[in-house]
């Protein structure tokens, strides 16, 4: 599965990189949770082998992963490499403390605090910092360091469509609901497919601002 979303992502933008029209395949993340079962050190998985291509190649195709354990020791090394961003929770056991002394510029007296640390203490190893900081988490905040952010094509992608459906009903505003099947009669039948769709847009289209709803006594 995950294989063939992450390599249909890769065609489409291989797709647009030589100019050729092809369907929207969306940017995407994958979250693993206790991803040392799934990308362990020194064994295969089903999962391995993936996980480690898109480690290693996603970024340029805005495939993203985001993998947390709580035994870094047992993550396969060439994923752990390849990982731009680390955050450091509590960590007890020494050869843990170990794996993130090698993976990141922590220092002996930092990690020294690792076991006790609190709920929402956490350093972080990115290049955007230029070392390992000590952060205390209160809000979710997410920043990108890429020049595009692929998740903006997304949102531009959505906008474009909603775009296209009113330029294809502009012509026949105000629209009344006796007007729905005569409507759907003349619009292009790719874009709205029936009724249900011809509701859903107007109403979509209402609350982005494109059109506006008046109710008649």
């Known amino acids: 599965m995950i294989s063939n979303i992450y390599h249909k992502r890769r065609e489409y933008r291989d797709w647009v990189q030589r100019g050729e029209q092809k369907d929207f395949f969306p940017p995407f993340i994958i979250a693993f ?21 898109i480690a290693q190649e996603g970024r340029k195709y805005g495939v993203f992963l985001i993998l947390a354990t709580q035994r870094p020791t047992l993550l396969d090394e060439t994923v752990t490499a390849q990982l731009n961003t680390k955050l450091v929770f509590r960590t007890v056991r020494a050869s843990d403390i170990a794996t993130i002394k090698e993976e990141t510029d922590i220092t002996n007296e930092e990690a020294k605090r690792l076991p006790y640390l609190r709920s929402g203490d956490v350093f972080i190893s990115s290049a955007l910092f230029g070392r390992t900081v000590p952060v205390r988490i209160r809000l979710s905040h997410t920043t990108t360091s890429h020049t595009q952010n692929p998740f903006d094509e997304l949102l531009s ?30 619009v292009n039948r790719e874009k709205i497919k029936d009724i249900e769709d011809l509701k859903f847009y107007l109403d979509e289209l209402t609350k982005r601002g494109f059109i506006t709803k008046t109710v008649h006594f």
Do not use: M
Request: proline share 6%; charged share 35%.
């Open 157 to 186: 992608f959505r906008d474009k469509k909603y775009e296209e459906v009113y330029q294809e009903i502009e012509k026949y505003l105000p629209i009344y609901s006796t007007d729905y099947l005569n409507i759907l009669s003349k």
């Open 33 to 53: 949770d206790e991803s040392h079962n799934f990308a362990p050190k020194g064994y295969d998985t089903p999962s391995k082998s993936i996980i480690k291509e």
